[in-house]
């Protein structure tokens, strides 16, 4: 048996053996049926996402169809039970609006941004402009390099922001001696930036965007107050980050010229392009004077591109819509949870109240960066943010730190911690292949910008704690 075969049957195998479990043999208190088979599901979707027998974004559909036909309203007769225990059933309705939730809208929104960027040169541009102040010495153009790249990924991808800036990243190694690790710091700080600046606004990353769904009610954060921490704190650990590439991997090189080639379109179309961004950015970050939220606002350039055929159908084609169904899945997922009870019992059968709020957080935000070094960041936030938001809401002591608010917020922060490895990140794959760096060059910063990040996301809390954030 091959490893992806031995993958698969693990993968459901453990999951079938769970479901097969009687009742009783289960640790938690008065569990329903439903919520039996939602724990199966739950094993099922961690074992694929990160054995991955299957691409992670199927992992997510299989999960939306097994809560179909398991435990919605509208489910196989097979699995339909007149047992006092059945629990409460989810209207499929409610796993279906999955697909289309302001979340997704909000994830649709960055895309025709990127998509238009790159298509009318935009992104390629700003770079060739912001660039320019940094100058001919090589620590200041890794810098510069570093903040412009987690700017990009703010508010695209950051698979593509890292493609974009590795594009320019090949005639600068050029420069270097073979035997210089100044190239390797700078192979490196376009990965790092880019899962860093993913951190700074609601539609960096997926585990931010995730989290808003479990931020609601007094709970709920803008996109600009997002940003009002985010971003200090992109700033702050992009500093570090820079300082410590600087000091592993000692540049010889004391001067590059750099010449990027480009200038903007002055079509008609780019115009729009133009406008759109900077009006769309604008919107999203004066939520609080015009009131639209920011799923409002995503869907404007959506429907400016395509009324005035900017993007076209082969355009729309580039949108990363395995992206979408991953996000998708882990909002059912977590739907699942929810209404289900099953989260709100499982925090009730640990003695959370036991331990120190503080002891809580820190082991919430390790676990959240290890399972993300070794798994997709946004499946460790699907996996953890629907538990840790029953936490927060049900142990009384956690409300001394900010309760659910904070705990989502760590998670959210935390998974993108997980920059250790080359299979951790897609920018840290794509960096990788470069074949610049090895994976010890990669692992000894990941390992220190991740433990700086965590420790930094604790002082970001406290501080928000102090302000009345939280």
């Known amino acids: 048996m091959n490893i992806k075969k031995l993958k698969l049957a693990l993968a459901l195998i453990i999951p079938l053996i769970v479901l097969l479990l009687p009742l009783e043999w289960i640790p938690i208190d008065e569990i329903t049926i439903i919520e039996h088979r939602v724990i199966a599901i739950f094993f099922l979707a961690a074992l694929f996402w990160i054995l991955e027998p299957i691409p992670i974004y199927a992992t997510s559909i299989l999960i939306i169809v097994l809560e179909l036909l398991t435990i919605s309203d509208s489910s196989m007769t097979l699995f339909v039970s007149n047992s006092p225990n059945y629990g409460k059933i989810i209207p499929y309705r409610e796993i279906m609006y999955t697909f289309a939730s302001p979340i997704i ?261 390790f676990l959240s960066a290890i399972m993300a070094n070794f798994m997709s960041n946004t499946a460790t936030a699907n996996l953890l943010l629907p538990i840790m938001a029953a936490l927060g809401a049900s142990v009384a002591s956690l409300e001394l730190v900010g309760g659910a608010k904070t705990l989502v917020l760590i998670v959210a922060l935390a998974s993108s911690m997980g920059m250790t490895l080359p299979i951790s990140t897609p920018p840290n794959a794509l960096a990788h292949a470069t074949g610049v760096f090895e994976t010890k060059d990669m692992a000894r910063v990941g390992i220190l910008v991740g433990l700086i990040g965590i420790f930094m996301i604790f002082g970001l809390i406290y501080i928000l704690k102090m302000v009345n954030f939280l």
């Open 105 to 365: 809208m909000l994830f649709l929104g960055g895309f025709f941004l990127a998509i238009a960027a790159k298509k009318y040169y935009l992104d390629q541009n700003l770079a060739r402009i912001l660039l320019k102040p940094f100058g001919t010495n090589p620590k200041m153009i890794m810098l510069g390099i570093m903040f412009i790249t987690a700017i990009f990924s703010m508010f695209m991808s950051n698979t593509a922001t890292t493609a974009m800036m590795l594009s320019i990243l090949v005639p600068i190694i050029a420069y270097f001696d073979p035997g210089d690790k100044g190239k390797i710091g700078f192979a490196l700080a376009i990965p790092l930036a880019a899962n860093i600046g993913g951190m700074g606004t609601p539609i960096g990353t997926p585990p931010n965007a995730i989290a808003l769904k479990y931020l609601t009610g007094s709970d709920s954060i803008s996109f600009s107050e997002w940003m009002a921490f985010g971003l200090p704190y992109v700033i702050i650990l992009i500093l570090i980050s820079w300082v410590l590439l600087m000091a592993i991997f000692p540049m010889k090189t004391k001067e590059l010229n750099l010449e990027i080639k480009g200038k903007f379109s002055k079509n008609p179309k780019a115009y729009i392009v133009y406008v759109t961004f900077l009006l769309t950015i604008l919107l999203w970050l004066t939520d609080f004077l015009h009131g639209m939220n920011s799923y409002v606002v995503a869907m404007i350039p959506v429907a400016v591109f395509l009324s005035t055929r900017v993007l076209s159908k082969e355009d729309i084609k580039k949108i990363s819509w395995d992206v979408l169904w991953l996000v998708s899945g882990g909002i059912a997922l977590g739907l699942a949870l929810d209404k289900s009870g099953l989260a709100r019992h499982v925090v009730a059968s640990i003695p959370f109240s036991n331990f120190a709020p503080i002891a809580i957080i820190m082991s919430i935000a």
